[in-house]
Each structure stands twice: as C-alpha cells, then as structure tokens.
C-alpha cells in the first residue's frame, strides 16, 4: 500500500489504508488540532529525530481495558504500602522529559524528539495530554503521560528509576480512569510490561469502533491533579 504524503490541510487517509506495518501518512505537522484528529481516528505520529513526521495506525492494537487491569499480589503490596506518592498532573514536562532519556529495547529509542515534546506540553497546556507522576521523598522516580479524549486515553510513554514506579502509576492512573467511566487505554503498541497488567491485542477494526463510542464523550479537560486529586484515590 502507498504511504500518503499529508498536506496543509488538517486531515488523514482512513486508518484501513496503512502499510502491514502499521504506517499510514509522512508529513503534516504537530499542531493541536492536528494531533487531536488524529488520536480521535486512531493514528499517532511515531518517528526519530531527522525524519519527517511519520503517522501510524498498527493492526492489531494493543490496549487495556480498564475492568481487565491486572493487578499482581506485589503490586498490591506495593500500594497498600503507600512506597510511592501518586499524583497527576503535577510534573508534566519533567516526566515526558524523563521518557525522552530512557533507551527501550525495541521500542521508540529516540522517538521523543523536541518537537514531540513542545507539541506534548502545548496539549497539556490546552488541558488533553495529562502526567502521572510516582514520588519517593519528593523525588520524581517513575511516571507516564499521555492523551486524553472522551472516555479513552492514549498512553503515549512511561519512565521508572525505580522497580515498580512506572507501574504504581498506570494501576492508580487506570483504576481513576474507570472510576470516571473510562472504557480503553490505548497502549499502541505491544510490550511485555503492559501484558503483564492486563493489555491485550485487538483488531484494529474493532478498536475503530470502540473508539468511535468514547470519543465521542465529554473530555475530561484540565488539571487533573485537581479533577482526580490523591486523597481520591
């Protein structure tokens, strides 16, 4: 299949119409509105630095439904015992920076380039891209951002300096998520880390629809530090 080549125009080819591999357009830029269409039809921009902004919808899709988060005995130990502080939105640039630095096998590498970043902080700004941050003595040793739209969220990223922070934050990330009738957390793309909390593969066909259900909904918008403040959890 061709990839397309997008124009100024803030519009993408239907997800169906990407390569095997997952990749559907080049080009276009950052921008809010552009970044938003997209995610509401499933795409996301994914390339290195020096490359032209490369969009992608990859089939399967993997993703965690939020009533399927699994929850192992450590990790519970781990929260019952309070070894992280838990908050939202309270370190949003510091955290997408933190994920910029971390080198994953096979995954993105270098994907965050400056560009993502700045494009990142200006949705968080807008109130759609949120943090969640894990803390130990007011030190900043895990967390994972992402974008928000309705009732789905799009991970996009997360980071640990210590065992079990990035994952402290995703289970009370996830758990808040479905209190607020969140139906789908689009993790892109597979790793064993987040299979091991309950992500799964589906059709991409089949995540469009889901997706076209919660999309829909009113975005929960703003500082979610104050939406889905720590003494809720």
């Known amino acids: 299949m061709p990839v397309y080549q997008l124009s100024e125009a803030i519009a993408f080819p239907h997800p169906s119409l990407a390569t095997d591999e997952g990749v559907l357009a080049v080009g276009g830029d950052l921008s809010p509105e552009r970044l938003l269409l997209a995610y509401a039809n499933g795409i996301f921009p994914w390339y290195s630095h020096g490359d032209p902004i490369i969009w992608w919808s990859p089939d399967p899709r993997f993703v965690l439904f939020p009533g399927e988060l699994l929850v192992s005995k450590t990790m519970r130990q781990v929260l019952r015992r309070n070894v992280f502080t838990i908050t939202f939105d309270r370190a949003f ?39 969640a941050e894990a803390w130990r003595d007011d030190e900043l040793v895990g967390g994972l951002y ?3 739209l309705g009732r789905c969220f799009f991970g996009e990223s997360m980071f640990s300096r210590e065992s079990n922070a990035s994952k402290a934050a995703l289970i009370t990330l996830t758990r808040r998520l479905a209190a607020r009738g969140f139906g789908l957390v689009d993790c892109q793309v597979h790793t064993d880390h987040l299979e091991s909390l309950g992500a799964r593969e589906i059709p991409r066909d089949e995540f469009l629809v889901t997706l076209r259900g919660l999309v829909g909904a009113d975005t929960l918008r703003g500082d979610w530090g104050a939406l889905m403040p720590v003494e809720d959890r």
């Open 146 to 148: 992402g974008v928000s």
């Open 93 to 131: 640039r510091a955290v997408i920076a933190s994920c910029k630095k971390i080198r994953r096998r096979r995954e993105r590498g270098t994907w965050i380039t400056g560009e993502m970043l700045e494009a990142y902080v200006r949705l968080h700004e807008l109130g759609y891209a949120h943090s």
